[in-house]
């Protein structure tokens, strides 16, 4: 049993990039989470991989098509019995759009990543999807 996702449930998260920024989702629910700020994503169902997982969750959540890149290293504990696992994800159709679990979406440039209140646990994740954006934004709009 050292593998934890075999008594965890994992959440499965995406670090979702578009032109050199990272997209962030306020919570609108549950109350004791909503109006802070996480990577989209939820929980892996039975027999689904963790990529069908984001996969289907970000369509869920944001109506947009993605394609899973890499696994962030890592696995960080949420609530008792939950891990956190982040992959990175690049948009192929559609604009993220708050359609279920979040009340508004922001992109962020590398130097814009403290300029949302993230959930506590999720924070080490963040920095390190952080550590995958270019310094300055594609566009190369700062500010
Ligand atoms: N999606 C997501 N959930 C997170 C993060 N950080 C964090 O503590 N959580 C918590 C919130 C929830 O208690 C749990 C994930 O549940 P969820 O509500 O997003 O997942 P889901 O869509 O599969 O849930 P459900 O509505 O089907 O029950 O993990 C995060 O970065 N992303």
Same mark, same amino acid.
């Given at each position: 049993?050292?593998?934890?996702?075999?008594?965890?449930?994992?959440?499965?998260?995406?670090?979702?990039?578009?032109?050199?920024?990272?997209?962030?989702?306020?919570?609108?629910?549950?109350?004791?989470?909503?109006?802070?700020?996480?990577?989209?994503?939820?929980? @892996?169902?039975? =027999? *689904?991989?963790?990529?069908?997982?984001?996969?289907? #969750? &970000? $369509?869920?959540?944001?109506?947009? %098509?993605?394609?899973?890149?890499?696994?962030?290293?890592?696995?960080?504990?949420?609530?008792?019995?939950?891990?956190?696992?982040?992959?990175?994800?690049? @948009?192929?159709? =559609? *604009?993220?759009?708050?359609?279920?679990?979040?009340? #508004? &979406? $922001?992109?962020?440039?590398?130097? %814009?990543?403290?300029?949302?209140?993230?959930?506590?646990?999720?924070?080490?994740?963040?920095?390190?999807?952080?550590?995958?954006?270019?310094?300055?934004?594609?566009?190369?709009?700062?500010?």
């Amino acid at each position: 049993m050292s593998d934890r996702s075999v008594d965890h449930v994992v959440v499965v998260a995406g670090a979702v990039y578009d032109r050199g920024r990272l997209l962030a989702a306020r919570r609108s629910a549950p109350a004791e989470l909503a109006g802070r700020w996480e990577l989209p994503g939820g929980k @892996l169902e039975p =027999g *689904e991989s963790a990529e069908e997982a984001l996969v289907r #969750e &970000l $369509r869920e959540e944001l109506g947009v %098509e993605t394609e899973p890149g890499e696994r962030i290293p890592g696995e960080w504990p949420l609530k008792p019995g939950y891990v956190l696992q982040v992959w990175t994800a690049r @948009l192929l159709s =559609g *604009e993220p759009r708050a359609l279920q679990d979040h009340d #508004e &979406l $922001r992109w962020l440039a590398r130097y %814009e990543l403290d300029s949302v209140d993230w959930l506590d646990q999720d924070r080490p994740a963040v920095a390190e999807a952080g550590l995958r954006l270019p310094a300055v934004p594609a566009d190369g709009v700062r500010g």
